[in-house]
């Protein structure tokens, strides 16, 4: 199995876990920039894993919410980064738990008892399926914690925090303070003079919102299609035992703890994306592409456009023995120009202050006659130092001659050959 990371998201930073075999997992906390991670402090630190010299064959991230889910996705194309499984961290505890051969309960009651709240889902593990969820922020962990620093403040061995800095280092020592009462019976400070907390107390603190959140567990278990067979707690709420024994006297199942409860949602995405990456066909290397494989891109999109390009070119381009006129009329170009017309100096009239006239130029459709070879040379004025020369106007053309008046054709009379009379005689 190649390695594979999997990530999720608490309090304490961000969460993450490598594993090579799908059995044992490395654990490796990334800050964040305020008390909760972000979608950008995530992308940070998956940017941060795949540029590393062992960056894993497979990573998948466990998402708190939908709308977490789209923020990473955002977060992740700013930093180029591709190939991330996002899976919720329903989905990727139920992926966790479906691998472990020694899991043999088919529905479970999920308690994921957290810092912000609480999330309680009924979900078939073979199939995936949510049944019911639901959630609560009267049990959290930073309840508990509050719960503690109350405490705390009666015992009038700790002043009152005057500012920020003071009631986050409270805070934070009552949540030192409920994790060790977790394995300890009590707890008290490093002198050893004064008694903070002991186990006993602890529990009276919590154990309304507790059994509270056990009922709202029992009342979603019965509205499910099908009957929860196991409680598992999960979060880092799972490891007070006061949580435990009432879950157990309310539900009358099993509560199963697992070993790390707050990151078995990071062990499923790590798997989850184990398992989508190796379902994947295969992508071909580099030395098994053969020359078809190479040319193929160019037969399909190279040809075609060169063919397009000569086409467009043969159409739109004339061609060296094409009549080059527009309607008929011949176009005399700049070369032909300069090749029949040479100045000399001595050919240059003497500059006018008047320019001639230019007459317009008649287009005809017949052809121009030859060039007489004892015609004078026509000049053209160009621009010298001394003075300025009117551009060359070319005379205008001889006069149309005047059409024959009109005239009527000839008739011929015919000619009548009359007999001679005889003479007559006088009186």
């Known amino acids: 199995m190649v390695s594979s990371v999997g990530m999720s998201m608490g309090t304490s930073g961000i969460r993450a876990v490598r594993t090579t075999d799908g059995r044992s997992f490395a654990a490796e906390w ?55 499984h996002i899976i919720s961290e329903i989905a990727g505890t139920i992926e966790k738990l479906r691998s472990d051969p020694g899991f043999k309960y088919r529905t479970v009651a999920l308690y994921d008892l957290g810092a912000t709240g609480l999330e309680m889902t009924v979900a078939d593990i073979d199939s995936g399926t949510v049944y019911a969820t639901t959630r609560s922020s009267e049990l959290s962990g930073s309840s508990i914690d ?42 008290q400070t490093s002198d050893g003079q004064f008694r903070l907390m002991d186990r006993r107390m602890f529990d009276l603190q919590i154990i309304r919102p507790a059994e509270r959140s056990a009922i709202a567990l029992r009342d979603l278990a019965e509205m499910s299609e099908i009957p929860p067979e196991v409680v598992v707690a999960i979060g880092g709420g799972s490891r007070i035992p006061l949580v435990q024994d009432v879950l157990r006297r309310y539900l009358h199942i099993p509560v199963i703890v697992p070993e790390n409860p707050e990151l078995l949602s990071a062990e499923g995405a790590a798997l989850y994306a184990t398992r989508v990456d190796e379902a994947r066909p295969p992508t071909p290397t580099a030395a098994r592409r053969n020359a078809r494989t190479l040319l193929t891109p160019l037969l399909r999109f190279g040809l075609p456009s060169i063919v397009a390009i000569g086409l467009l070119s043969w159409m739109l381009w004339p061609d060296a023995s094409a009549d080059r006129s527009v309607a008929g009329t011949p176009v005399t170009t700049i070369a032909e120009t300069a090749s029949t017309t040479r100045v000399t100096a001595s050919d240059r009239p003497a500059a006018t202050s008047t320019a001639p006239t230019s007459a317009p130029v008649v287009a005809t459709t017949t052809v121009p006659p030859s060039p007489d070879p004892h015609a004078p040379t026509p000049y053209v004025a160009r621009y010298d130092t001394d003075a300025y020369v009117a551009p060359y106007a070319p005379p205008p053309p001889a006069p149309a001659p005047a059409p024959a008046p009109f005239q009527l054709p000839q008739i011929q009379l015919p000619q009548i050959q009359l007999p001679a009379l005889p003479r007559l005689p006088l009186p």
Not at 36 to 49: C, F, L, T, Y
Not at 67 to 76: G, N, P, V
């Open 146 to 187: 509050w719960a503690v620093r109350e405490h705390l403040l009666t015992l009038d061995i700790l002043a009152v925090p005057r500012n920020q800095e003071e009631e986050a280092s409270l805070l934070e020592f009552s949540k030192e303070i409920k994790e060790a009462l977790s394995t300890h019976e009590a707890t």
């Open 30 to 84: 990334f800050p964040s920039a305020g008390p909760v991670p972000d979608a950008e402090d995530v992308a940070h630190a998956i940017r941060a894993i795949v540029d590393r010299p062992d960056a894993p064959h497979s990573l998948g991230v466990a998402f708190p919410d939908p709308d977490y889910s789209a923020a990473l996705k955002t977060a992740l194309v700013e930093e180029y980064v591709s190939e991330v």
